[in-house]
């Protein structure tokens, strides 16, 4: 774990998840297996703290979040101490705490999804860019069966990903789906056999981590996003006008450049987190 990451979040060590680094990829893995990776406080701020490591690791490219055993996270783990128990009326609610850190990281997120990922198990994965998902995976917004409301700003994120009606059935119907559902309504990448979604996972994560530019990444994944709450072109013209002007004098430009002519890998050098202006005023309307 970055020095620096340590400091900024206070945590050294794990109890609920893993967190591991190779070849320029965070892994981060849900790891209660026995509760079938039930949500809970602590691995809320875990998970939070980890997605805020990998971005203060100038090493880490691309983030895989996945989970151990046969399920990815049935949700509310019910057993431990309410997560509507929060000491500080102010905090973030338990989702949030993922889900904000994982919108304003400034590297691709993955989702491997291996199993049933219901309730916050799938509403917290919601900002990341892609999730891939084994055909055995089920999903569902179980929230209004259970007597509660949709967290992680997932009333947000989920009409963006399969549009308005998709969202209104399957978060008031509440009902379990299947992967193939999920695939064609827009909410997953790809579906893979068991055997092959890991593999499929890190594929794409080593192409993103080789031949994408960090800096071009952090811009495009939280520009997306910041766009997509405005009515009209008009912001994202004016965040071009910021953009464009930087990336014609990025050293990344003359790199991309020669690495596509002379037929090779990219060896790009820019560093999202120093190297970028403060991305919240670039994006600021």
């Known amino acids: ?48 703290a980890a997605l805020t490591t990998a971005d203060l690791d100038d090493a880490v490219r691309v983030v895989v979040l996945t989970a151990a055993g046969d399920y990815f996270c049935v949700g509310m783990d019910f057993a431990e101490p309410a997560l509507t128990d929060v000491a500080d009326p102010d905090a973030d609610e338990p989702a949030t705490r993922v889900v904000r850190p994982m919108t304003n990281l400034n590297k691709p997120v993955i989702v491997a999804i291996q199993g049933p990922a219901v309730g916050v198990g799938i509403s917290m994965t919601l900002a990341a860019d892609f999730r891939l998902a ?25 009409p963006q990903l399969v549009g308005l009606a998709k969202a209104k059935e399957w978060m008031l119907t509440g009902r379990v789906f299947d992967a193939p559902e999920a695939l064609v309504a827009g909410l997953l990448t790809s579906v893979h056999s068991p055997a092959d979604l890991l593999p499929a996972a890190y594929t794409l994560a080593r192409d993103l981590a080789t031949n994408i530019a960090p800096t071009s990444a952090a811009v495009i994944r939280r520009s997306l996003v910041a766009m997509a709450s405005h009515g009209d072109p008009e912001a994202a013209f004016a965040l071009d006008k910021k953009t464009i002007p930087y990336a014609a004098t990025s050293p990344d430009l003359l790199e991309g450049i020669s690495s596509f002519l002379e037929k090779r890998t990219p060896h790009f050098t820019g560093i999202p987190r120093t190297d970028l202006p403060q991305l919240p005023d670039w994006l600021a309307p």
């Open 1 to 48: 774990m970055a020095a620096d990451a340590v400091s900024q979040t206070g945590v050294t060590s794990f109890s609920t998840i893993i967190y591991s680094v190779e070849d320029a990829i965070a892994t981060i893995t849900l790891n209660r297996p026995a509760a079938r990776n039930g949500f809970t406080l602590t691995m809320a701020d875990e998970l939070g």
């Open 134 to 158: 084994s055909d055995t995976a089920r999903f569902g917004f179980v929230f209004a069966r259970r007597g509660l409301f949709p967290e992680g700003g997932s009333t947000w994120f989920l």
